[in-house]
């Protein structure tokens, strides 16, 4: 099994790059329109998923191992295989790097287009934004968590990982009070791809039967592998002919 100390960095690492972009929302939708409504709309997101992770935790830790480790492999290898192509089309230039700055601007700008309209809330708009960027991202992130932790039968630490990520990524955006555009988000994307693809491979081969030389010891080699073959990729398309895709923004 993966050490606690594995567990903990691959969600940590994942939930970082989730938060930094519900973070984005949540801070032009304050800035802009109302912080009440914002932080209150990301509130209600963060109950929502604290419940659901509280009920779906406990069933996932109580499936058998080999059963669980097969699905949840499967659903790794997809999951980090989406997040790997995106950066590997951002590394070779096919596709525009995330940016964090113009994606705050966008934001702002949508806002500052959109009619005040008052509810329950002081601003219905602030609050809808914020609560669906933080359910969206939230919802990535509560699916890495328990499906991580409950493949190492340690949900918990998952679940603090990635409260840990969430409230480092806060305090870091509330004393900038700006967009984490420093943060290497396509970079980070990069390495968790890797790892997300890499342990998916794993857990999915030992739940359908197969036994890696050296168990763990493995990982040392199929992570690595991962990653230069991805590299690989990285260097091939950038030597593509001309007529390739043109760049743009995505997220």
């Known amino acids: ?69 097969l699905v949840i492999g499967g659903l790794l290898v997809v999951f980090g295989l989406q997040w790997l192509r995106k950066a590997i089309l951002r590394a070779s230039g096919l596709r525009a790097r995330h940016d964090e700055e113009a994606a705050y601007a966008a934001v702002v700008s949508a806002a500052a287009r959109a009619p005040r309209r008052a509810g329950r809330v002081t ?23 328990l499906t991580v932790g409950a493949s190492q039968r340690n949900v918990p630490l998952a679940a603090l990982a990635a409260i ?12 900038v009070r700006a967009p984490l555009s420093r943060v290497p988000e396509n970079g980070m994307k990069f390495a968790v791809g890797v790892l997300l693809t890499s342990f ?34 990285v260097g091939w398309l950038r030597r593509a002919p001309a007529g390739s895709p043109t760049p743009r923004v995505t997220s």
């Open 1 to 69: 099994m993966m050490t606690g100390f594995g567990l903990f960095i691959v969600v940590f690492t994942a939930s970082a790059v989730e938060a930094v972009e519900a973070l984005t929302i949540v801070l032009a939708m304050g800035m802009t329109r109302d912080w009440r409504s914002a932080l209150s709309g990301a509130g209600a997101a963060l109950l929502l998923l604290a419940v659901l992770v509280a009920v779906l935790g406990p069933g996932l830790t109580r499936l058998p191992v080999a059963g669980l480790r």
């Open 200 to 233: 998916g491979i794993f857990w999915g081969a030992e739940g359908a039967g197969a036994r890696w030389p050296g168990d763990e010891a493995a990982l040392l080699a199929l992570v690595p592998a991962t990653a230069l073959f991805a590299l690989a990729l």
């Open 164 to 175: 840990a990520a969430a409230v480092v990524v806060a305090l870091v955006g509330v004393a």
């Open 123 to 145: 601003d219905g708009y602030a609050f809808t934004l914020a609560f669906k960027a933080v359910l969206l991202e939230g919802v990535e992130v509560a699916f890495i968590a």
